[in-house]
């Protein structure tokens, strides 16, 4: 069993509901829907999930990518929700944290979702929901994401989640299908981010009573 197994949290749910939203693991028969969302969203998600769009290109392909991602959960390497809306079943993105470091202990975000930017209010109850995941069930001490700088809506999705502006890392990514090498837009949220965050939107939530 790996080291990143016997250091990360005991027990957690692995199904978390939201106001709108259902976030959980992928099982069997989530292949076909998988595999659609990234053939309609090709463009969206390149070149952040070139790696993703190369591996699955028939249904056979899908069922592998799934099958991985659920031993990879179970073997805390990383963990891969997908996101569906609860009152009509409808499966709409993807969020996985992932290069998991238990030194301090933090995690990378990742994300896509279908229709961006009309989802925007979506997406950000949904990563509201993997960020109480990361920090509570988790007890990580920092979430980071990176994104191009042509990625508006994954840096407006960080920035209205609470996430700050760290930096920007200089010619760091090259996408699978170009010699292009891009800058990285680099967010981080540490835990004192979070319980502010947290803070504020339950402040908020008392005063619209």
């Given at each position: ?45 390149c ?25 990879d959960?179970d073997?805390?390497?990383q ?6 809306i ?63 700088q ?33 800058d ?26």
């Amino acid at each position: 069993m790996s080291f990143l197994y016997n250091t990360l949290s005991g027990s957690f749910e692995e199904k978390l509901e939201t106001e709108h939203l259902l976030l959980r693991p992928y099982e069997d028969g989530d292949e076909q829907e998988f595999m659609r969302l990234i053939q309609e969203n090709t463009l969206a998600l390149c070149p952040a999930f070139a790696g993703r769009l190369a591996r699955v290109r028939a249904l056979d392909d899908a069922r592998s990518q799934l099958a991985q991602l659920r031993t990879d959960w179970d073997n805390r390497k990383q963990f891969d929700f997908g996101v569906w809306i609860k009152e009509s079943g409808t499966y709409i993105g993807d969020i996985t944290l992932k290069n998991i470091d238990r030194s301090v202990p933090k995690a990378e975000a990742a994300l896509y979702f279908t229709g961006w930017p009309d989802m925007n209010i979506l997406a950000q109850e949904a990563f509201r929901a993997i960020l109480s995941f990361a920090f509570e069930d988790l007890q990580l001490n920092k979430v980071y994401m990176r994104c191009t700088q042509y990625n508006l809506a994954c840096s407006q999705l960080a920035e209205s989640c609470g996430f700050r502006k760290e930096g920007v890392l200089r010619s760091d990514f090259r996408g699978a299908d170009s010699d292009e090498l891009l800058d990285l837009n680099y967010y981080g949220m540490i835990r004192d981010d979070y319980e502010q965050e947290t803070q504020l939107r339950e402040s908020d939530s008392k005063a619209l009573v």
